[in-house]
């Protein structure tokens, strides 16, 4: 009973450490008692999420950007900085951080850092953004729940990581700056006829893969005026062949630049002129008409970019009203 047993007014009760305040992220509940004083961010939009809500100061480590930061926050970038997706479990320890935060989950695997059970128990807290929660903690990319993949998961997200960095003020002026972002660009596209658009890369130069329905690639191309030519195909980066591609007859294809901390947009331009001198394409509606364009990937994945993603897009699919 220690010291409340000593005082004669204390009831049973009392002895009892209060419960402290959580939301529930991916099936953990995540403390917002506290913030974090030591943070590792592992990928892009995990590291980008954690300087818009203006906690930058506690980044001790981040690793694996896909495209150089924005640039309000490159020059308030000093963590430890590892171009791979994750250093060693070791490597993230001797940083000493007492939180993980990360845009995928295979940060959270028996051969990542450990699963975020693992974690917690040596007393380090994780947040995932939550189009990547797994069908069970420590589980990869290829084993998701069926997650929400709107803009209001990426909101949802942001504002709980908010609550959880003690930056609750800072999650909603982002968000709603991001909503006033999206609602002026549909605003725009009453009426317009929708183009089928494929997002697509070509991974070390082989084989297609598209950015299906379980992506907020999908959401982004859908706010933009567009439509998803692989409504029917699940997944992020899911293989696709050439025929296929032709078959789908999509008339803009998108290709997201990737990856490292210096490759903008350009580094698209291989992918795009494979398309454009495969003979095999030549009929493809988006080809034809030169409507391929390239973006960066971290635009397209869940996180503080993606307002500003519809925004950009819209333009390239409907030019004439901007």
Do not use: W
Not at 105 to 130: D, H, Q, V, W
Not at 135 to 142: I, M, N, P, V, Y
Not at 166 to 192: F, H, N, W
């Amino acid at each position: 009973m220690g010291l409340l047993a000593g005082c004669g007014g204390a009831s049973e009760a009392s002895d009892k450490p209060p419960t402290e305040a959580s939301i529930t992220n991916c099936g953990i509940a995540v403390p917002t008692g506290t913030p974090p004083a030591r943070i590792f961010a592992a990928f892009h939009n995990a590291i980008e999420a954690v300087y818009a809500l203006g906690a930058g100061d506690k980044v001790v480590g981040a690793a694996y950007l896909d495209n150089p930061l924005l640039p309000e926050y490159a020059a308030r970038f000093t963590p430890a900085y590892y171009p791979e997706e994750y250093p060693s479990r070791e490597e993230v320890l001797r940083l000493d951080p007492d939180f993980v935060v990360s845009g995928f989950t295979g940060a959270f695997t028996p051969e990542g850092l450990g699963t975020r059970a693992e974690l917690n128990k040596i007393g380090m807290g994780s947040y995932l953004f939550s189009q990547y929660c797994p069908s069970a903690d420590g589980k990869d990319q290829k084993d998701l729940a069926a997650n929400d993949v709107s803009l209001d998961s990426v909101y949802g997200d942001l504002t709980g990581l908010g609550q959880v960095l003690g930056k609750t003020a800072e999650a909603q002026e982002l968000v709603a700056k991001m909503k006033k972002t999206v609602a002026d660009t549909e605003s725009k596209l009453t009426g317009v006829t929708r183009p089928r658009v494929a997002m697509l890369n070509r991974p070390g130069g082989g084989e297609l893969r598209v950015f299906g329905t379980g992506d907020v690639a999908t959401t982004i191309i859908e706010k933009a005026g567009g439509t998803q030519a692989f409504d029917d195909v699940p997944g992020r980066l899911t293989r696709v062949g050439t025929e296929e591609l032709i078959r789908r007859e999509p008339d803009v294809i998108v290709v997201p630049a990737c990856c490292g901390a210096d490759v903008g947009p350009s580094g698209a331009q291989d992918v795009i002129d494979g398309l454009k001198k495969d003979p095999a394409l030549a009929n493809v509606p988006a080809v034809r008409a030169g409507r391929i364009y390239a973006v960066t990937f971290a635009e397209v994945t869940p996180g503080v970019r993606n307002a500003d993603a519809v925004a950009n897009l819209a333009k390239l699919l409907h030019p004439e009203k901007f």
